[in-house]
């Protein structure tokens, strides 16, 4: 359901500002963690796609953790 707002009040505008940069964070938030990023394997050197987190490199077998920072 839907929330509703009294936008003649200052505290219906301010609920529904901060209500939509928290939902516009989250759905920006949640594409940067869907794609997926090219990155150098820091022990073979190959240039492999990886998504954020914990990967495996696929010419070498080795551990690779992409960590991104999306904090304003």
Known sequence: MAKKYDLSKKSGLR?????????LQDNIAAQVFDRTYDVEC??????????????LCIGCGGEINLELN???
């Open 15 to 23: 609920r529904f500002e901060r209500d939509s940069i928290k939902t």
């Open 42 to 55: 820091p022990h073979c050197k190959a240039k492999i796609s990886v998504r954020p987190g914990h990967s």
């Open 70 to 72: 999306i904090n304003p």
